[in-house]
């Protein structure tokens, strides 16, 4: 075993020979759009972004829904299944089975498996002291999902964020391996700042963040300024409050949507800066257009984040 569950990494990683490990992971949720279609491609997106986060090239996947069969029309679950389908395929994975439950709360997801070479695994533990920090995704799910559910949030939001969560972390990691970094993960439930804590603590070191610099969905922040802010949010604003050091400059809508809980979010790569416009521009070549460069890693071993405006 390569990678396990006691380092907070996106997937596990099991050595076979000396050239080769396979990588698995397994993610379902909830729905979180009213299309089946979408959903299902989100689902998928989000699920095979934990094997892009490790630099690993995904192979197969196996579905898992839940649905109440009593409510719930058999076609709307072919319609979630066809999302992911097209989405996997889109990403080079073959479905190869699957297991269907009969379950009060509807939710789809699947286990994905791929293959890396053990010494080009990309974890979170790498960051160093002088690395940039880039982000590939604009943040804001979270709050946008929770302002679907309270209908607040405009149709032309909604398509914004349903484009984000459903483009494939596949060039983004592509580039990263191209051009080899220190560390990565993927930006998912704990928001970007909690996932950078991941990250600070398995590498030892720590960071400065640019609040500015950080690209969120365009709709987002309304949302955040009105309070429309999902509980698994707050409750990651809560628990970076320890490690966490605010320039009063930045405001508390801008420091939720730091924190915001995502679904199928971006890579986080921590890239050593003589490498920064290598990566860059290896993003921009697989049409990654929301890359930005948000921050740099610090000399400190306790993991803090200094967030400047
Ligand atoms: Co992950
Ligand atoms: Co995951
Ligand atoms: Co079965």
Redesign the pocket.
């Known amino acids: 075993m390569l990678v396990g569950i006691d380092t907070s990494d996106?997937a596990g990683v099991y050595q076979l020979t000396d050239d080769l490990a396979i990588v698995q992971t397994l993610d379902f949720i909830t729905p979180i759009v009213d299309d089946p279609y979408a959903f299902g491609a989100i689902a998928a997106a989000n699920a095979v972004?934990?094997i892009y986060?490790m630099g690993a090239t995904p192979l197969t996947a196996m579905n898992i829904v839940g649905y109440p069969s009593d409510e719930v029309e058999p076609e709307l679950v072919a319609e979630i299944l066809r999302g992911g389908y097209d989405k996997l395929t889109e990403a080079g994975v073959a479905i190869i089975g699957g297991h269907t439950v009969d379950d009060p709360a509807l939710k789809y997801g699947v286990a994905v498996t791929g293959i890396v070479h053990p010494k080009r695994i990309v974890t979170n533990a790498g960051a160093k002291v002088g690395d940039a920090l880039v982000l590939t995704k604009p943040l804001g799910t979270g709050v946008i999902n929770q302002g679907i559910k309270m209908e607040r949030t405009p149709t032309e939001v909604i398509e914004r964020a349903v484009e984000v969560m459903t483009t494939l972390n596949k060039g983004a990691a592509e580039a990263m391996v191209a051009v080899v970094v220190s560390a990565c993960?993927?930006v998912?439930g704990f928001g970007l700042l909690g996932h950078l804590r991941e990250m600070l603590v398995a590498s030892g070191v720590s960071a400065r963040v640019f609040a500015s610099r950080v690209p969120l969905i365009d709709g987002a922040l309304a949302l955040a300024e009105r309070s429309i802010v999902p509980a698994g949010t707050r409750a990651n604003r809560r628990f970076v409050e320890p490690f966490v050091h605010w320039h009063d400059d930045v405001p508390e809508p801008l420091r939720m949507l730091l924190c915001d809980a995502q679904t199928s979010g971006g890579l986080l790569i921590s890239v050593p800066k003589e490498k920064l416009n290598a990566l860059m521009d290896a993003l921009k070549e697989r049409g990654v257009r929301w890359a930005s460069v948000i921050g740099e890693v610090v000399d400190k071993p306790s993991a803090e984040v200094w967030v400047e405006p």
Do not use: E, F, K, Q
Request: glycine content about 0%.
């Open positions: 996106d972004s934990d986060a993960t993927d998912t």
